[in-house]
């Protein structure tokens, strides 16, 4: 029953103070781990975003081809052999790109390399095609007739739709359509003096995926396997292999999460077409790191958790004795009491403030996308703003001074406007003001388009009709796409944006009247492609900056090869290039997009938007994180501060606590000590009127008691025989051994006046202080038949009964057996009253049982005593002995018994009593392993010398 309490006790406390905290401590870890892994395949999300983004941009075939073209020519050209670095770059092409291509290649001298050419090979045409480029002092003229004499013939090799506009604007391989029909057809040539090659190119109908196919195969072979973009088309068959991507393709089209994570890999799906995909799909090298963290965590958990309870099993079930004392556990309690809420609290507070700082960057993300997005939209009311100045400034000219004074007018053009004024005449007669000389010539086609336009729009206000041979319509067409000529009428004095031939940008169309009324003359401001967004970011980017906290502003306009680095605002940003690659996934992702980044040691926050209302325009927040942490890192300082606090608190209490309930253990455990050491004048200070005070009272009663009993315990050994008795040949030796302080056990031996010698031994029932007064009182009376010279053991056992019976009326009896020894006869005569038999041992022969059945003293009133006589011959011996001896248990559990102790006492015998009884004493130490005993043990030997001294 006490093994399963125990090990009940011990499960509850294995689970509660070992389980408990090492479950705890996993949780926690495990959830920050959870954290910081999902922060890392978020990363490793935006990559695979970024890898596909970058592949989807290759969908414009024709734009994809002209570069790869030019990239060959480039290539080819910076080679000493020029063919045969082309050579290996048209047959890598072919091999890519099966099937689509025929390739013409013109040495030098114009010969045409027949292994690397089509074989239908029109020689002479393309010879008298690159003749007619590479003359040097051919007018536009005649190339233009030259030219349209082979154009049916290039028609018949490229496709039927080459117009000569196109032979022009195709050169530099820029590819032209050729062929609109089902098969469509593109064409483009490239032609230097070192060598020429002309390309016809037939699309299939695939044609729109050759790009991104070719740039997924390109990127997986460069990459190593590390990242792989497949291309899903629900038609296609696939390899078992892409399984995987298939489910994550059905995943997506079920829930519609471009991001997917099982095993252990990660998926980005990205629409292309209204069938096909494509699909990004990487292992997570951090999945599989936080998974062994986590096998690691699991192991050591296991590893500590069987430790502690294997600990505790031993302390608890096996009851070994705990090598930490009383105050030191109490102490080690108190911590942990405190020590598991703590811990509670601080995986608690750490995921809160975690989550505090992902809510706090959102929301400065958020505040800067705001203001991003604000300070877009203030571009439609700085173009107000700026058109208000300018029908302020253009109503300040006056027709006449145009007319009479027009190149005195530079001075009253603000330099702010950094625009081009050209005033143009009824006639179409133009005069161009430059106001910053650094500008790039405003183009000829663009003025003649819009002289043009201004004699057809002076026209329509003075309801007269256009000059001869001029198609308002298509001119108003050209500006501003299909609008009517209403609407552009009522877009006068307004900012808008053009498309003039090869030009494009902003102009302000502001008529100049006449005192009738009439419209003399037309006013044109006109601004360059994205200049008016370049002058909006230098006039208030700055000043925006200034009204924000920690907070940069950078804005990037790229040209129209779409160079990021173009035209940044401020100049002189000084971290342009590394914002780089941030505008460069801006502008993939065309859209928002916030990260944290690390510049120079320092977290920032980066805020980017694509402007609307500033076309083409990035433009980037970049705030400091450095508030928000110090933010956390103050709060994690509080939150460790109460911890420690607590933690110190729970020990000041545990160790105050322990303090008081401990000192006064102490001084019992003092006490305690005293009485082991049998000082029994030790008190215990007063303690209070508590619990711990009553037991210091009551221990100092025991202690009293106890100084009682340890007189008692002195006067009662005083009545025991010191030392051996020797009378004749004849020795006598007892010891006895208490159970308790006093005994009931009693033995004696007198030398009588007659010369023989007395022996008794007796055994009241039970010990303690009781049976010791019992004893005591048979002392007494045994002194007292001495003292009437009764000499008879028969008799002396008779008178003993009677007053026992008398003095214990029956609450206690004495067995005892009474013995007188004759020196000179050697007779024994004995009598006995229920005590154990003696042992009677002769020489070599098997010891004998002095048997004498009889009642004990103090049981019956007519109880009769009988007497028996022995002669002790030489080397005899007589071994009397109490029930204690008999009634011990061995290390077994095995009870002694008579036999046992008749049959081995006999080899522990010698000449000597005293010897006998120390053997006999240590044998039986040897037997019981030292144990406490139960009862009483008296030992006494009575032996005749062997031979004459």
Known sequence: ?????????????????????????????????????????????????????????????????????????????????????????????????????????????????????????????????????????????????????????????????????????????????????KEKAWFAYYIKSSFSFFVSINSPENWEMLPIKNSARVFNKKNNGKIKISIFQPLVKRNRSDAEMELAIAMFNHDGNPRLNFNGKLFFIMPFSSTAKLCAFKFSE???????????????????????AIFSHFIIVKEVKFPINIRNRLSLLFSFASGLPLLVIILSGHDYLFEKEKIKIQEQFAQSEQVLTGFDGRFPEWLAFLTKKLIKLSQSWKTSDFEKNGPQLDNRIP???????????????????KINQKKDETSASFIKALGSLARCLIATLNNEEPTKGINSIDILTDLVGKHALDNLLHSLSKIIPHSLGLDSGWIFLY??????????????????????????????????????????????????????????????????????????????????????MSLRGHEILVSGIKGKELQGAFILAIKSLEPIKSEMK????????????????????????????????????????????????????????????????????????????????????????????????????????????????????????????????????????????????????????????????????????????????????????????????????????????PYFFSGEKVPVDLEMPSYPLGCRKKAVFSLENITLSRGDSIMFYSDGLIESQTKKGEVLGFQRVKKEVSHLLSENPEKSVSNIFDWHGELTGNASIQDDITVAILSRNSSLK
């Open 286 to 308: 951090n999945v599989k790191a936080f998974l062994e963290y986590r096998f690691i965590l699991v192991v050591v958990a296991i590893l500590l958790f069987s430790i502690f």
């Open 634 to 837: 103050g709060l994690r300082q509080k939150l460790w501060l109460f911890t420690i606090a607590c933690l110190l608190l729970s020990l000041f209490l545990g160790t105050r606590l322990s303090k008081h309930f401990l000192e006064p253990i102490s001084d019992i455990t003092r006490g305690v000590s005293a009485v082991s050491r049998k000082n029994f004048d030790f008190r215990l200070p007063a303690l209070g009127d508590d619990e711990f005070g009553k037991l210091a009272f009551t221990f100092n009663e025991m202690m009293e008691s106890l100084s009682e009993v340890e007189l008692g315990r002195m006067v009662q050994e005083s009545l025991l025989p010191q030392g051996d008795i020797s009378i004749g040949d004849f020795r006598f030796f007892g010891r006895t051994r208490f159970a308790s302080r006093m005994g009931g056990d009693y033995f004696d031996s007198k030398v009588l006046s007659n010369g023989c010698l007395l022996i008794i031994i007796g055994d009241v029932s039970g010990h303690g202080i009781a049976s010791a007064m019992v004893m005591g009182m048979a002392k007494a009376l045994l002194e007292n038949q001495l003292i009437l010279k009764e000499f008879n053991p028969q008799k002396i056992l008779n008178n003993l009964n009677i007053t026992l019976l008398e003095a214990i009326r029956k609450k206690k009896m004495m067995t005892c057996f009474c013995g007188i020894l004759n020196p000179d006869t050697g007779v024994f005569s004995y009598s006995n009253a229920g005590h154990n038999y």
């Open 415 to 433: 330099q702010k406007f950094d625009s081009d004024v050209i005033f143009f005449e009824k006639t179409g007669r133009s005069k161009v003001f």
């Open 511 to 596: 008529p100049m009247m006449d005192v009738q009324g009439k419209a003399r003359n037309l006013a044109c401001f006109s601004w360059k492609e994205r200049h008016l967004e370049h002058l909006f970011l230098k006039a208030n980017l700055l000043s925006t900056q200034r009204h924000l906290f920690l907070t940069k502003l950078y804005g990037v306009l790229p040209d129209r090869n779409e160079k990021l680095d173009d035209k940044p605002v401020p100049e002189n940003f000084s971290d342009k290039k590394f914002f780089l690659n941030f505008i460069r996934e801006l502008h993939l992702k065309q859209t928002s997009l916030h990260k944290r």
């Open 1 to 181: 029953m006490k093994y399963w309490k125990n090990t009940l006790n011990w499960v509850l406390t294995s689970l509660v103070f070992f389980a408990l905290p090492i479950l705890l401590s996993c949780y926690g870890l495990g959830k920050y781990w959870a954290t910081l892994e999902n922060d890392e395949i978020e990363q490793e999300f935006d990559l695979l975003e970024q890898k596909l983004l970058e592949i989807r941009k290759m969908d414009n075939p024709r734009k994809y081809f002209t570069e790869l073209l030019r990239l060959i020519a480039i290539n080819s050209r910076a080679e000493k052999n020029h063919i045969a670095k082309l050579e290996s770059e048209l047959v890598s092409l072919k091999k890519t790109f099966p099937g689509i291509f025929r390739i013409w290649v013109l040495d030098k001298k114009g010969e045409l390399v027949e292994k690397l050419s089509f074989s239908s090979s029109p020689k002479k045409v393309l010879q008298k095609f690159r003749s007619i480029y590479l003359q040097k002092d051919l007018s536009n003229s005649s190339r233009i007739q030259q030219l349209e004499e082979i154009l049916v013939f290039i028609r018949h090799i490229f496709g039927p739709e080459i117009t000569i506009g196109d032979l022009e604007s195709s050169f530099d391989l820029d590819l032209r359509k050729s062929s609109s029909q």
